[in-house]
């Protein structure tokens, strides 16, 4: 079965960084895509970044462009989503999710995933 466990979230102040981990398991191949979602307080979740696991591609929402890189290391089956620059709206739960072997939308498409993890915390103070 597979599982998605992320990490690395606490509260940090404006304009630091921070890098959430998710690790996953239980995979017999690896899947097609990956990628990180959150969720503020009162608001619907959002789509922050994915990648297609085989050909590395990478995609972020506009407002996190130039700021969070996502990426991931096929060792150690663990996406990571590195943040820069940032802000109170960054102030989230943030959660990781995987698809199957097959990307069926697209990276940036809710319904490509299959897999969530249960979320970790990102609080920005200013």
């Known amino acids: 079965q597979v599982q998605l466990v992320e990490t690395g979230g606490t509260s940090v102040q404006a304009d630091g960084s921070l890098r959430l981990s998710c690790l996953a398991s239980g995979y017999t191949t690896s899947p097609g895509c990956m990628g990180w979602f959150r969720q503020a307080p009162g608001k619907e979740r959002e789509w922050v970044a994915g990648t297609y696991i085989r050909g590395g591609a990478t995609y972020y929402t506009n407002s996190v462009k130039g700021r969070f890189t996502i990426s991931h290391d096929n060792a150690k089956n663990t996406l990571f989503l590195q943040m820069t620059s940032l802000k109170a709206e960054d102030t989230a739960m943030y959660y990781c999710?995987?698809?199957?072997?097959?990307?069926?939308?697209?990276?940036?498409?809710?319904?490509?995933?299959?897999?969530w993890g249960q979320g970790t915390q990102v609080t920005i103070s200013s």
């Open positions: 999710a995987a698809s199957g072997a097959v990307c069926s939308y697209s990276a940036s498409s809710a319904r490509s995933y299959t897999y």
